[in-house]
Protein backbone atom coordinates (compact mmCIF):
# COMPACT_ATOMS: atom_id res chain seq x y z
CA UNK A 1 0.00 0.00 0.00
CA UNK A 2 1.51 3.55 -1.29
CA UNK A 3 2.35 6.23 1.19
CA UNK A 4 -0.63 8.31 -0.19
CA UNK A 5 -3.04 5.97 1.64
CA UNK A 6 -1.75 7.30 4.89
CA UNK A 7 -1.10 11.04 4.67
CA UNK A 8 -4.25 11.58 6.11
CA UNK A 9 -3.48 9.83 9.27
CA UNK A 10 -2.01 12.90 10.58
CA UNK A 11 0.31 12.62 14.15
CA UNK A 12 -1.70 8.91 14.88
CA UNK A 13 -0.38 7.64 18.10
CA UNK A 14 -3.88 6.06 20.10
CA UNK A 15 -1.96 4.88 23.12
CA UNK A 16 0.19 7.73 24.40
CA UNK A 17 -2.26 9.48 25.98
CA UNK A 18 -2.50 6.84 28.88
CA UNK A 19 1.11 6.43 28.70
CA UNK A 20 2.15 9.90 28.89
CA UNK A 21 -0.37 10.70 32.05
CA UNK A 22 1.99 7.71 33.81
CA UNK A 23 4.97 10.27 33.23
CA UNK A 24 6.01 9.14 30.00
CA UNK A 25 9.39 10.42 28.44
CA UNK A 26 10.88 10.72 25.54
CA UNK A 27 14.14 12.35 23.94
CA UNK A 28 16.24 12.92 20.24
CA UNK A 29 16.55 15.01 17.48
CA UNK A 30 15.28 17.93 17.47
CA UNK A 31 12.32 18.30 19.71
CA UNK A 32 9.36 20.14 19.00
CA UNK A 33 5.67 21.16 19.46
CA UNK A 34 3.36 21.38 16.36
CA UNK A 35 -0.75 21.23 16.21
CA UNK A 36 -0.77 19.13 19.72
CA UNK A 37 1.91 17.10 18.68
CA UNK A 38 4.94 16.59 19.72
CA UNK A 39 7.74 15.89 17.24
CA UNK A 40 11.35 14.85 16.56
CA UNK A 41 12.83 15.75 14.06
CA UNK A 42 16.45 14.02 12.94
CA UNK A 43 18.64 14.89 10.95
CA UNK A 44 21.49 13.03 11.34
CA UNK A 45 22.25 9.98 13.34
CA UNK A 46 20.96 9.35 16.91
CA UNK A 47 19.25 7.79 19.73
CA UNK A 48 15.58 8.34 20.09
CA UNK A 49 15.64 7.01 24.15
CA UNK A 50 12.16 5.92 25.60
CA UNK A 51 11.41 6.02 29.15
CA UNK A 52 7.95 5.78 31.40
CA UNK A 53 5.78 3.99 28.81
CA UNK A 54 2.87 1.66 30.40
CA UNK A 55 3.71 -1.12 28.57
CA UNK A 56 3.93 0.69 25.19
CA UNK A 57 2.73 3.74 23.37
CA UNK A 58 2.63 4.20 19.42
CA UNK A 59 3.82 6.77 17.11
CA UNK A 60 3.54 8.06 13.31
CA UNK A 61 7.20 7.67 11.97
CA UNK A 62 8.36 8.52 8.70
CA UNK A 63 11.88 7.34 7.07
CA UNK A 64 13.34 8.55 4.33
CA UNK A 65 16.51 6.83 2.59
CA UNK A 66 19.77 8.72 1.63
CA UNK A 67 19.38 10.08 -2.35
CA UNK A 68 21.64 8.21 -5.18
CA UNK A 69 24.02 10.02 -6.87
CA UNK A 70 24.13 11.25 -10.23
CA UNK A 71 25.97 9.73 -13.31
CA UNK A 72 28.84 11.51 -14.51
CA UNK A 73 30.76 12.05 -18.04
CA UNK A 74 27.64 11.54 -19.90
CA UNK A 75 25.00 10.35 -16.47
CA UNK A 76 21.88 9.72 -15.70
CA UNK A 77 19.80 11.00 -12.66
CA UNK A 78 20.12 9.80 -9.31
CA UNK A 79 16.83 7.92 -7.35
CA UNK A 80 15.62 9.23 -4.30
CA UNK A 81 15.62 7.45 -1.48
CA UNK A 82 13.10 5.36 -0.48
CA UNK A 83 10.05 6.68 1.50
CA UNK A 84 7.89 4.72 4.21
CA UNK A 85 5.30 5.95 6.83
CA UNK A 86 3.88 3.78 10.15
CA UNK A 87 1.22 5.72 11.46
CA UNK A 88 1.09 3.42 14.62
CA UNK A 89 4.45 2.29 15.60
CA UNK A 90 4.81 0.83 18.55
CA UNK A 91 7.56 1.72 20.84
CA UNK A 92 8.22 0.22 25.01
CA UNK A 93 10.72 1.89 27.29
CA UNK A 94 14.57 1.76 26.11
CA UNK A 95 17.20 2.99 23.57
CA UNK A 96 16.14 2.84 19.81
CA UNK A 97 19.28 4.19 17.23
CA UNK A 98 18.04 6.19 14.29
CA UNK A 99 20.10 6.13 11.49
CA UNK A 100 20.04 8.52 9.04
CA UNK A 101 21.17 7.62 5.37
CA UNK A 102 23.72 8.69 3.87
CA UNK A 103 23.86 10.83 0.69
CA UNK A 104 25.07 8.66 -2.52
CA UNK A 105 28.05 10.40 -4.28
CA UNK A 106 27.84 11.89 -7.85
CA UNK A 107 29.59 9.73 -10.89
CA UNK A 108 33.15 11.35 -11.54
CA UNK A 109 34.04 12.01 -14.91
CA UNK A 110 37.06 10.52 -15.16
CA UNK A 111 37.48 6.92 -15.59
CA UNK A 112 36.26 6.33 -18.82
CA UNK A 113 33.35 4.81 -19.90
CA UNK A 114 31.58 2.83 -17.89
CA UNK A 115 33.30 4.00 -14.97
CA UNK A 116 31.26 7.03 -13.96
CA UNK A 117 28.19 5.99 -12.40
CA UNK A 118 27.19 7.64 -9.08
CA UNK A 119 26.84 5.93 -5.38
CA UNK A 120 23.60 4.53 -3.97
CA UNK A 121 22.19 6.60 -1.18
CA UNK A 122 22.18 4.69 2.29
CA UNK A 123 19.35 3.14 4.52
CA UNK A 124 17.44 5.02 6.67
CA UNK A 125 16.34 2.88 9.74
CA UNK A 126 14.44 3.12 13.47
CA UNK A 127 14.28 0.02 15.34
CA UNK A 128 11.30 -0.52 17.90
CA UNK A 129 12.71 -3.46 19.29
CA UNK A 130 10.74 -5.94 17.47
CA UNK A 131 11.09 -5.06 14.16
CA UNK A 132 13.36 -2.15 11.93
CA UNK A 133 11.81 0.79 10.23
CA UNK A 134 13.83 1.07 7.04
CA UNK A 135 13.46 3.88 3.71
CA UNK A 136 16.37 2.22 1.53
CA UNK A 137 19.10 4.49 -0.26
CA UNK A 138 18.60 5.48 -3.60
CA UNK A 139 19.99 3.82 -7.02
CA UNK A 140 22.73 5.14 -8.44
CA UNK A 141 22.24 7.25 -11.68
CA UNK A 142 23.76 5.76 -14.79
CA UNK A 143 26.98 7.35 -15.93
CA UNK A 144 29.24 6.76 -19.33
CA UNK A 145 27.10 3.47 -20.96
CA UNK A 146 25.63 2.01 -17.93
CA UNK A 147 21.99 1.11 -16.61
CA UNK A 148 20.92 2.87 -13.40
CA UNK A 149 21.06 1.32 -10.17
CA UNK A 150 18.72 -0.29 -7.97
CA UNK A 151 17.17 1.27 -4.50
CA UNK A 152 14.51 2.66 -2.92
CA UNK A 153 14.03 4.50 -6.16
CA UNK A 154 15.63 3.41 -9.09
CA UNK A 155 18.45 5.10 -11.29
CA UNK A 156 18.18 6.47 -14.48
CA UNK A 157 20.19 5.16 -17.17
CA UNK A 158 22.94 6.45 -19.39
CA UNK A 159 23.85 6.33 -23.17
CA UNK A 160 23.38 4.02 -25.54
CA UNK A 161 19.47 3.61 -26.10
CA UNK A 162 19.32 -0.17 -24.94
CA UNK A 163 20.31 1.31 -21.31
CA UNK A 164 17.33 0.95 -18.50
CA UNK A 165 16.42 2.43 -15.21
CA UNK A 166 17.04 1.10 -12.20
CA UNK A 167 14.20 -0.75 -10.25
CA UNK A 168 12.69 -0.02 -6.61
CA UNK A 169 13.69 -2.49 -4.12
CA UNK A 170 11.42 -0.19 -1.46
CA UNK A 171 7.70 -2.05 -1.53
CA UNK A 172 9.60 -4.79 -0.43
CA UNK A 173 10.47 -3.82 3.15
CA UNK A 174 8.71 -3.23 6.16
CA UNK A 175 6.25 -6.33 6.63
CA UNK A 176 5.04 -6.02 9.84
CA UNK A 177 2.01 -6.65 11.82
CA UNK A 178 1.03 -2.68 12.15
CA UNK A 179 0.48 -1.18 9.05
CA UNK A 180 3.26 0.58 6.84
CA UNK A 181 3.13 2.48 3.91
CA UNK A 182 5.83 2.26 1.22
CA UNK A 183 7.11 4.28 -1.66
CA UNK A 184 9.21 4.01 -4.65
CA UNK A 185 9.65 4.11 -8.52
CA UNK A 186 11.53 3.10 -11.08
CA UNK A 187 14.45 5.29 -12.94
CA UNK A 188 13.97 6.45 -16.36
CA UNK A 189 15.32 4.55 -19.88
CA UNK A 190 17.81 5.88 -21.74
CA UNK A 191 17.02 8.07 -25.34
CA UNK A 192 15.38 6.55 -27.71
CA UNK A 193 17.84 8.26 -30.17
CA UNK A 194 20.17 10.85 -32.04
CA UNK A 195 20.50 13.88 -32.06
CA UNK A 196 21.29 14.41 -28.21
CA UNK A 197 20.73 10.95 -26.56
CA UNK A 198 19.72 12.20 -23.49
CA UNK A 199 20.02 10.06 -19.91
CA UNK A 200 16.92 8.76 -17.85
CA UNK A 201 15.58 11.04 -14.83
CA UNK A 202 15.83 9.13 -11.33
CA UNK A 203 12.67 7.89 -10.11
CA UNK A 204 11.07 9.71 -7.29
CA UNK A 205 8.68 8.72 -4.82
CA UNK A 206 5.89 10.24 -6.47
CA UNK A 207 6.40 9.06 -9.66
CA UNK A 208 8.98 7.02 -11.96
CA UNK A 209 11.99 8.99 -14.01
CA UNK A 210 11.01 10.42 -17.07
CA UNK A 211 12.57 8.76 -20.17
CA UNK A 212 15.81 10.35 -21.63
CA UNK A 213 14.39 12.55 -25.50
CA UNK A 214 16.17 13.20 -28.41
CA UNK A 215 16.40 16.71 -27.26
CA UNK A 216 18.07 16.07 -23.44
CA UNK A 217 18.01 14.26 -20.61
CA UNK A 218 14.41 13.19 -19.07
CA UNK A 219 13.48 15.09 -15.76
CA UNK A 220 13.41 13.20 -12.44
CA UNK A 221 10.35 11.65 -10.65
CA UNK A 222 8.28 13.74 -8.29
CA UNK A 223 8.59 14.16 -4.80
CA UNK A 224 6.37 13.22 -2.07
CA UNK A 225 4.51 15.87 0.26
CA UNK A 226 5.22 14.83 4.18
CA UNK A 227 2.05 13.99 6.40
CA UNK A 228 0.12 16.73 7.77
CA UNK A 229 2.05 16.07 11.39
CA UNK A 230 4.96 17.62 9.85
CA UNK A 231 4.10 20.53 8.12
CA UNK A 232 5.10 22.96 10.81
CA UNK A 233 5.32 26.41 8.62
CA UNK A 234 7.68 27.36 12.22
CA UNK A 235 9.73 24.83 11.64
CA UNK A 236 9.81 23.78 8.37
CA UNK A 237 11.02 20.49 6.96
CA UNK A 238 10.83 19.55 2.94
CA UNK A 239 11.31 21.56 0.02
CA UNK A 240 9.46 23.46 -2.44
CA UNK A 241 7.10 20.92 -4.61
CA UNK A 242 5.11 20.80 -7.54
CA UNK A 243 1.81 22.11 -8.08
CA UNK A 244 3.08 24.71 -5.20
CA UNK A 245 3.24 22.33 -2.64
CA UNK A 246 5.52 22.59 0.48
CA UNK A 247 7.53 20.02 2.85
CA UNK A 248 8.32 17.99 -0.24
CA UNK A 249 11.06 14.95 -0.08
CA UNK A 250 12.52 12.51 -2.17
CA UNK A 251 12.32 13.63 -5.89
CA UNK A 252 14.54 12.05 -8.62
CA UNK A 253 17.48 13.99 -10.30
CA UNK A 254 17.41 14.93 -13.54
CA UNK A 255 19.03 13.02 -16.53
CA UNK A 256 21.99 14.94 -18.39
CA UNK A 257 22.90 14.19 -22.08
CA UNK A 258 26.13 13.22 -24.50
CA UNK A 259 26.64 16.64 -25.58
CA UNK A 260 26.22 19.89 -24.87
CA UNK A 261 23.65 22.72 -25.98
CA UNK A 262 20.84 20.79 -25.43
CA UNK A 263 17.57 22.01 -26.02
CA UNK A 264 15.85 20.99 -22.43
CA UNK A 265 18.26 19.82 -19.15
CA UNK A 266 16.32 17.49 -16.94
CA UNK A 267 14.32 18.64 -14.13
CA UNK A 268 15.30 17.40 -10.66
CA UNK A 269 11.90 15.85 -8.69
CA UNK A 270 9.87 16.36 -12.59
CA UNK A 271 8.74 19.26 -15.33
CA UNK A 272 9.55 22.71 -13.82
CA UNK A 273 11.71 21.37 -11.00
CA UNK A 274 13.98 21.41 -9.01
CA UNK A 275 11.10 20.23 -6.23
CA UNK A 276 11.72 18.09 -3.22
CA UNK A 277 15.56 19.30 -3.15
CA UNK A 278 16.70 17.14 -6.25
CA UNK A 279 19.39 18.41 -8.29
CA UNK A 280 18.83 19.14 -11.99
CA UNK A 281 20.94 17.91 -14.78
CA UNK A 282 23.60 19.38 -16.04
CA UNK A 283 23.15 23.20 -17.54
CA UNK A 284 22.26 22.89 -21.32
CA UNK A 285 25.48 24.22 -22.17
CA UNK A 286 27.57 21.51 -20.89
CA UNK A 287 28.71 21.05 -16.88
CA UNK A 288 28.04 18.91 -13.90
CA UNK A 289 25.07 17.77 -12.72
CA UNK A 290 23.59 19.77 -9.17
CA UNK A 291 23.43 18.17 -6.18
CA UNK A 292 20.44 18.00 -3.97
CA UNK A 293 19.66 19.36 -1.09
CA UNK A 294 20.50 17.64 2.49
CA UNK A 295 18.04 15.74 4.72
CA UNK A 296 15.64 15.59 0.72
CA UNK A 297 16.78 12.13 0.41
CA UNK A 298 16.23 13.07 -3.38
CA UNK A 299 18.78 12.16 -6.18
CA UNK A 300 21.46 14.23 -7.99
CA UNK A 301 21.62 15.60 -11.09
CA UNK A 302 23.01 13.96 -14.21
CA UNK A 303 26.00 15.95 -16.02
CA UNK A 304 26.09 16.73 -19.58
CA UNK A 305 29.30 16.95 -21.63
CA UNK A 306 30.63 18.96 -23.62
CA UNK A 307 32.29 16.03 -25.72
CA UNK A 308 34.50 13.10 -25.45
CA UNK A 309 37.62 14.47 -24.64
CA UNK A 310 38.42 14.07 -20.85
CA UNK A 311 38.89 17.71 -20.07
CA UNK A 312 35.49 18.21 -21.97
CA UNK A 313 33.14 15.67 -19.20
CA UNK A 314 31.80 16.43 -16.04
CA UNK A 315 31.02 14.56 -12.70
CA UNK A 316 27.02 14.48 -11.39
CA UNK A 317 25.43 15.72 -8.33
CA UNK A 318 25.57 13.99 -4.88
CA UNK A 319 22.16 13.20 -3.85
CA UNK A 320 20.87 14.43 -0.31
CA UNK A 321 20.72 12.77 3.01
CA UNK A 322 18.03 11.15 4.52
CA UNK A 323 15.56 11.99 7.29
CA UNK A 324 13.68 10.72 9.91
CA UNK A 325 10.72 12.21 12.13
CA UNK A 326 8.20 11.09 14.41
CA UNK A 327 5.00 12.64 15.77
CA UNK A 328 3.03 11.43 19.16
CA UNK A 329 -0.12 13.82 20.76
CA UNK A 330 1.42 15.77 23.34
Known amino acids: MGIRGFLGVGGGATGLGVASAGGFEATGGTKYTYNSKVIHRFNASGNFVVSGASPTFTCEVVVVGGGGGGGGYRGSGGGAGGFAVAPTMPFGNGTFPVSIGAKGAGGLSSGGPGGNS ?3 GGDTTIPNGTHTLTAKGGGFGGGGDNNGG ?3 CGGGAAWPVSRVGGTTNQPTQNGFPFPVGNDGQ ?6 PGAPKYGAGGGGGC ?3 GWIGTTNGGGD ?3 SLQLPPAFRDPTNPVGFPGQSGKTFCVAGGGGGGSIFANVPKEGFGGGPGGPFGGAGNGGPW ?9 DNSGSGGGGSVCLGDPGPQQRNGGDGGSGLLLIAYPE
Open 206 to 208: GAV
Open 186 to 191: AGGDAS
Open 220 to 222: GGW
Open 285 to 293: TGGPGANAQ
Open 150 to 152: VGG
Open 118 to 120: GAN
